[in-house]
């Protein structure tokens, strides 16, 4: 097996660690932004790549799309198709790499990714499947997570005690919009990026801390591979993390959860 592939691989059993339908609750409002921004509607063929389990899916077929759902672990997979079944929704759910899409040419009137494509290993790759398998006149929509939010810091900060990358070395440099105008720009013939920010509410420090402890693969992952020493200065540097970005004063937490949204729309 190549790296790319063997690194594709400890990838899965990573991200099929924890809870993260649990965690995707909390990024609900972004999905829904994306599927508005890339005006999916009734009758569109829509693929959603690194679908996890499912939030743009859902978003997507609920305006009347055709949506097929694809995403590299299996383990999410299943939670998606029983997430849509249970909602009464026609989804295909397949599994599929980001970088190596199954699909012929032109497939999709809009192929949309939310906080995926942002982790699949080569970004030119990755980009380069997505507007491949876009019809001419359709668009790519992506969100990530930006550098000054949150989610962005604390997405860096577990690359940092990772036993595999995620994906690049550092998957929020697509949430700069130079970066992924470079990206998006060789395939997209109009390119609108924009900015959004989700807030993440819990009750304390340590109750945020709790829920990223049950939830959160990348921690539990950290947590089997690290010695105890490393695991505990990890904690008290995401601790010293929530505590610089809390918006709240009463003493729960209000996080930023900034991200960017691009629309690349594809014309050749
Ligand atoms: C942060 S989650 C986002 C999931 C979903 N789009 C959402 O908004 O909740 C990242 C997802 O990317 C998937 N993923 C990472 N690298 C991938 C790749 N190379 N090909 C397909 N899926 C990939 C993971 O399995 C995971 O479901």
């Not at 999905?31 to 690194?50: H, P, Q």
């Not at 398998?133 to 005690?161: C, K, N, S």
């Not at 990772?162 to 919009?177: A, C, K, S």
């Not at 990890?234 to 918006?247: C, V």
């Amino acid at each position: 097996m190549n790296e790319v592939a063997d690194l594709k691989e400890r990838m899965k059993d990573f991200w099929a660690l924890g809870n993260y339908p649990e965690v995707a609750k909390r990024f609900v409002p972004a999905a829904e932004k994306l599927v508005a921004a890339c005006d999916i509607g009734v009758g569109d063929r829509v693929l959603d790549v690194a679908a996890g389990d499912g939030n743009v899916a859902v978003a997507a077929a609920q305006t009347g799309a055709r949506v097929t759902a694809s995403d590299f672990t299996p383990r999410l997979l299943a939670a998606g198709r029983e997430r849509t079944e249970a909602l009464g929704l026609e989804v295909r759910w397949e599994e599929a790499d980001a970088e190596a899409l199954p699909y012929p040419d032109g497939m999709f009137d809009a192929v949309t990714s939310a906080f995926g494509l942002m982790f699949a290993p080569r970004p030119e790759v990755a980009t380069a499947e997505a507007f491949r398998v876009t019809a001419p006149g359709g668009v790519v929509g992506l969100t990530a997570w930006t550098p000054d939010g949150f989610t962005g810091q604390i997405t860096a900060l577990m690359g940092e005690y990772l036993p595999v990358p995620m994906g690049t070395d550092r998957p929020i440099d697509w949430g700069i919009e130079t970066t992924v105008r470079k990206r998006l720009e060789p395939h997209a013939s109009a390119l609108e990026v924009t900015r959004d920010r989700i807030v993440w509410e819990f009750d304390s420090v340590p109750a945020t801390l709790a829920w990223q402890e049950r939830n959160f693969g990348a921690l539990i992952a950290a947590r089997h591979s690290l010695p105890s020493k490393e695991y505990t200065s990890l904690l008290t540097r995401i601790a010293e993390l929530i505590r610089q970005w809390n918006h709240a004063t009463d003493g729960s937490v209000r996080l930023p959860a900034a991200y960017l949204l691009a629309i690349g729309r594809h014309d050749r």
